[in-house]
């Protein structure tokens, strides 16, 4: 796998997408940050009228999302709440609407087919909400996503979000705040709570990426990182991780040798017990490795200030950009 994912970071520094705009609320004046997603982002659901489909697609709406287009075989010619044009495929949608951004809500049995469908369809973006994808499906799409320029969110996230600008997953939209920070995370719920805290403290987010817990996914930490590094509108960046795997240790690798913005981090499992695979496919200490003690030394060694609990998060990385 690791050609793979150098693969994907090569891509990932020739394809940077950071934007920078307004949003007019008030008589102020707030700029929007972001990278991959923005007002400009159209984007087509993979699964609309499924029921988690069908309720996500709706909040998106309700934020300002622009979903132009939706997609469920046998089920072309429908229109979703009388607003959104349904198509049997991705490619139709794209040729009919320019939708440049996939979301997946297909279960898990399709759903890797239904990631390479939108890729042939040469999207910008696939996020992937599906969970339990099986690996050997996703060693499948790694390895026919090679070489392709759309690059892929998740499996198994809540997803990503521009505050303010455009929400792409199942976040819940009102806990963020436009600003400078990014964040990245493999777990949904430790997101948001480190965007709460943000947000409670008067420092907004430019965006905020669920990369996913399984073993196989597309962007890395480091894929994030290197992003967020190269938007000079984004100041900090929090990296959140988890027991398993090597990609905690390969972004502050990078981090320590290239990237000069505060960062603040924290590891998830500093309780797991070796070989228990714990809430994600991906959280397991195997082999002495990807413990979170020697994910938490990686991160410390490359001058991330890291957090000793949930709970401290934000005001670990505040502490940081203050220093």
């Known amino acids: 796998m690791p050609k793979i994912a150098s693969g994907l970071r090569r891509r990932s520094l020739s394809?940077?997408?950071?934007?920078?705009?307004?949003?007019?609320h008030s008589p102020f004046v707030i700029p929007l940050m972001s990278i991959l997603v923005d007002k400009n982002t159209r984007l087509v659901v993979q699964g609309i009228t499924g029921s988690a489909g069908a309720f996500h697609t709706r909040q998106c709406m309700e934020y300002g999302t622009n979903v132009v287009a939706g997609v469920t075989p046998g089920k072309g010619g429908q229109i979703f709440d009388e607003k959104v044009p349904v198509f049997d495929t991705v490619w139709e949608a794209r040729q009919e609407t320019g939708c440049n951004v996939?979301?997946?809500f297909v279960p898990a049995a399709a759903a890797a087919d239904s990631?390479?469908?939108?890729?042939?369809?040469?999207?910008?973006l696939v996020v992937c909400i599906t969970e339990g994808i099986p690996v050997m499906d996703m060693m499948r799409v790694k390895a026919q996503m090679r070489g392709?320029?759309?690059?892929?969110?998740?499996?198994n996230c809540?997803?990503?979000?521009?505050?303010g600008a455009c929400k792409i997953g199942i976040m819940?939209?009102?806990?963020?705040?436009?600003?400078?920070i990014g964040v990245i995370s493999r777990s949904g719920t430790l997101t948001y709570e480190a965007v709460w805290q943000l947000t409670s403290r008067g420092y907004g987010q430019s965006t905020c990426i669920g990369i996913g817990g399984d073993p196989i996914g597309g962007l890395s930490h480091l894929d994030c990182v290197e992003l967020f590094d190269g938007d000079r509108n984004t100041e900090a960046m929090i990296l959140i991780g988890e027991i398993g795997g090597s990609a905690e240790e390969e972004a502050a690798e990078w981090i320590k040798t290239n990237c000069k913005k505060p960062v603040a981090g924290f590891i998830a499992g500093?309780?797991?017990p070796p070989g228990r695979?714990?809430?994600h496919a991906g959280a397991i200490v195997s082999g002495g490795k990807g413990t979170a003690s020697g994910k938490i030394e990686a991160l410390k060694a490359a001058g991330i200030a890291v957090a000793e609990t949930p709970a401290t998060i934000a005001d670990t990385l505040i502490a940081r950009m203050k220093s």
Not at 15 to 24: L, T
Not at 148 to 155: A, D, V
């Open 102 to 104: 996939s979301m997946i």
């Open 270 to 272: 500093m309780t797991a």
């Open 172 to 180: 819940p939209g009102y806990i963020h705040k436009p600003g400078s």
């Open 158 to 163: 809540p997803g990503i979000i521009t505050p």
């Open 115 to 124: 990631i390479l469908e939108a890729v042939d369809a040469d999207v910008d």
């Open 148 to 155: 392709k320029r759309t690059r892929l969110i998740g499996p």
């Open 277 to 279: 695979r714990m809430g």
């Open 15 to 24: 394809f940077v997408c950071c934007h920078c705009f307004v949003i007019r």
